[in-house]
């Protein structure tokens, strides 16, 4: 696991959660199983936009983990305030 902490940039993760969940509540047409490919791509873009536009295998790695963490993350968040509640 150490080695993908390396890989989230906690502006990316952020981004891509807040833009996962809007796409969750608000967009009736897109289907779950889709979230996290949007979200992965939406890392990388924003990954790359925060380097300069610059696209190396290490912006894009970073990008996808942050992306496809923030659906984890997501998951989390999820599962805690459900188990909160009982």
Do not use: R
């Not at 989230?8 to 891509?16: A, D, Q, S």
């Amino acid at each position: 696991m150490e080695f993908f902490s390396e890989f989230i940039m906690p502006v990316v993760l952020g981004v891509c959660l807040c833009i996962g969940y809007v796409i969750k509540k608000w967009l009736n047409d897109v289907d779950d199983k889709y979230i996290p490919t949007i979200v992965a791509f939406l890392g990388v873009f924003v990954a790359s936009w925060i380097h300069g536009w610059q696209i190396t295998p290490e912006i894009v790695l970073t990008g996808l983990c942050s992306g496809l963490a923030s659906t984890g993350m997501h998951q989390l968040f999820k599962q805690y305030l459900a188990g909160k509640n009982t």
